[in-house]
């Protein structure tokens, strides 16, 4: 066990709270986390109604129920209520502070509820001017700053959608994933910083407008390196047009859409998903008032761009009142002790950040609280990839025994965490602590019957408020139940490994299309990084099994990336020892084989199942689209050893 709840705190936290309202209020007895926890799944309806209740939903039309319909997909959450999600992340005092925006070049900005407020209505009475009304798409080609935020929630205001992606995607997958929804605005920036080096995003706007033929408006920031773009609207002279605007909220349907995100789009266009008003703000609320125990004073940063449903999460700070830290630029710029110089300088009370950013800071051997005062912090959040159990001991090492290390798991089709953190529940190495509320998580075998304390298919057997409310362009539903149903008929399958662990909290073992499975003995990727990438002779590694279904000739391959200065000849065999030992005797690869570097997708995720693909006969064009990569030449050592190069 590396952290325990303080017992104080955990009375003094807003989970308990809502235990005692629930006892109150509903004469509901619930004693501890699993059985908050049980009573959620058991339940549903009673549990969401009480948290809609509990947590404030502010309704314009009341709805006849909670849960209309059970069934997945297609469930109905709290028909008739009409509600606005910028109505709900707008409520904080006028002085209290909403906003913290740091850039890596030195320039910040701050914005109390009050301004922020004022801005969005000042951005809203500019979308009216420029025909945006409900149901209309406004997108952004922008970084994670202020002017996003308040683009996002003017527009969300109007009940039109959103949708956003990083300035540093190339310009077919921005337009594979914004001409597919046909929007009406484009919010744009002239340029960005990252790593120290200055970008012009000037040519990608106007490629853009020529791609997207629905455009009507450009409207275009100057935020880094100045420059215009002919026939594009000024932000800041529309905002000072608009200036002591009235704030209003058009009443929406609760399943009424907020925004589209996207899939990786690793084979063909992205898939558009869209989550509904109400599902976010309920959902949303749900983590971070009751899991993160976030609310007024409290100082929420994670590290992410636009790109990634990340941001989306983070700005749901502003649900609980609490101030969200904005940060735009590279986490290793001028090195990997920005982010805790951010921390300790405003005094972040819950970092978040990604496992592979605690892997390079461990690796690089920083230490956040010898160097810096982070006396502030009570909780460090972690997402993207499983966090290894060395990751754990760092952070415990390292940024300090007092902090709840908080890795949670969730994804982009539900814009939340399934399984998460509490405020009253230990944190035990290499482990997500618990199942998160309302989230009626299980592992499956293959014959679906739910298993504890073994490896299976990570399912959700009843259905949440943010899920899907459809995908863009899937008029009879077909490729969302291909998505998530196939496999379990009215259960959704996720795609990940999990283990259940008798106390209810859970390990993730990765994807389980990307599946070892040697000799009969299936295993998560995840397990075999945590070995791997434990050296400090490997900065990065992928592992992929070539073996497919009747074909019993495939390798197991393990790509790495070294380190500066280190030989894989003089690791291998130390490497092959440790793996032996960790896993099994069945898992040691075939052979080792040195990269430049290993494929991710734009929002930073190892392409497992394309390279296995690849690998195994199938065609790149059709394993890949190239576009969905941060950086698609690292995908040519594996055509070319595809093709016996």
């Not at 859409?257 to 898939?271: A, D, E, R």
């Not at 976010?280 to 008032?289: C, Q, R, Y």
């Not at 994804?411 to 998460?420: E, H, I, N, R, S």
């Amino acid at each position: 066990m590396l952290w325990r709840p303080d017992p104080e705190r955990v009375a003094a936290s807003r989970i308990q709270a809502f235990r005692d309202w629930l006892r109150a209020e509903r004469d509901v007895s619930l004693d501890d986390y699993d059985e908050l926890w049980r009573f959620s799944v058991d339940r549903p309806a009673e549990f969401w109604g009480a948290a809609a209740e509990f947590l404030g939903i502010r309704w314009h039309a009341e709805p006849s129920a909670v849960l209309g319909d059970t069934r997945m997909p297609g469930a109905q959450w709290f028909p008739g209520g009409t509600l606005n999600y910028t109505e709900h992340a707008l409520t904080g005092a006028d002085d209290d502070l909403a906003v913290i925006f740091r850039r890596e070049d030195g320039l910040s900005a701050r914005l109390s509820y009050g301004e922020l407020r004022e801005q969005v209505a000042a951005m809203r009475a500019a979308l009216v001017e420029l025909g945006v009304g409900r149901g209309d798409r406004v997108v952004a080609l922008a970084p994670n700053c202020p002017q996003t935020l308040v683009a996002f929630l003017a527009t969300a205001s109007l009940g039109a959608i959103w949708s956003s992606c990083s300035p540093d995607f190339g310009v077919r997958a921005i337009s594979d994933r914004f001409t597919q929804i046909e929007p009406k605005v484009l919010v744009a920036i002239n340029g960005y910083v990252y790593n120290g080096r200055s970008f012009d995003v000037r040519p990608t706007v106007e490629e853009l407008r020529t791609r997207i033929p629905s455009l009507t408006a450009t409207v275009l920031v100057d935020y880094a390196g100045g420059g215009t773009v002919d026939g594009a609207l000024a932000w800041d002279e529309l905002l000072a047009r608009h200036a002591g605007a009235e704030m209003a909220y058009e009443p929406v349907p609760f399943d009424h859409p907020l925004w589209v995100l996207y899939s990786s789009g690793t084979t063909g266009l992205p898939k558009g998903i869209v989550q509904g008003h109400g599902g976010i703000v309920l959902e949303h609320l749900k983590a971070t008032v009751l899991q993160m125990d976030l609310g007024p004073g409290e100082k929420f940063f994670w590290f992410t761009t636009t790109g990634w449903m990340m941001w989306n999460f983070l700005i749901a700070g502003l649900l609980a009142r609490s101030t969200i830290v904005m940060f735009d630029g590279s986490p290793g710029h001028p090195d990997l002790n920005t982010l805790w110089r951010l921390a300790a300088e405003e005094r972040i009370t819950y970092f978040g950040t990604s496992a592979p950013f605690v892997q390079s800071c461990l690796k690089a051997k920083i230490r956040p609280a010898a160097s810096f005062d982070l006396s502030a912090l009570r909780a460090l959040g972690s997402t993207g990839a499983p966090l290894s159990d060395d990751g754990f001991r760092w952070i415990a090492d390292e940024v300090g025994r007092s902090v709840q290390i908080c890795s949670v798991s969730g994804g982009t089709d539900l814009c939340a965490a399934f399984v998460a953190a509490a405020p009253d529940v230990p944190v035990w190495l290499g482990e997500l602590s618990c199942r998160a509320l309302g989230a009626a998580v299980t592992a499956f075998d293959e014959d679906g019957r739910e298993v504890v304390d073994e490896v299976g298919e990570l399912v959700v057997t009843k259905p949440m408020p943010s899920m899907p409310v459809f995908f863009w362009n899937d008029e009879d539903g077909s490729r969302l139940r291909e998505a998530y149903f196939d496999m379990y008929p009215g259960v959704w399958r996720h795609g990940d490994w999990i283990r259940i662990t008798p106390r209810g909290s859970a390990v993730i073992y990765g994807r389980s299309d990307s599946t070892l499975n040697r000799g009969g003995v299936r295993m998560g990727t995840a397990e075999f990084y945590r070995i791997v990438e434990g050296f400090d002779e490997i900065a990065d590694s992928l592992v992929i099994d070539t073996t497919r279904a009747g074909n019993t000739d495939g390798e197991l391959l393990c790509f790495v990336v070294m380190a500066p200065g280190a030989d894989l000849a003089a690791v291998e065999p130390e490497l092959r020892a440790q793996l032996r030992r960790g896993l099994s005797p069945r898992h040691v690869p075939d052979r080792f084989i040195e990269v430049a570097e290993v494929p991710r997708t734009l929002n930073g995720k190892k392409c497992e199942v394309p390279v296995k693909k690849i690998l195994t006969g199938v065609a790149p064009e059709r394993a890949v689209s190239r576009d969905a990569l941060a950086n698609p030449g690292a995908l040519e050592p594996f055509v070319d050893m595809a093709r016996g190069s």
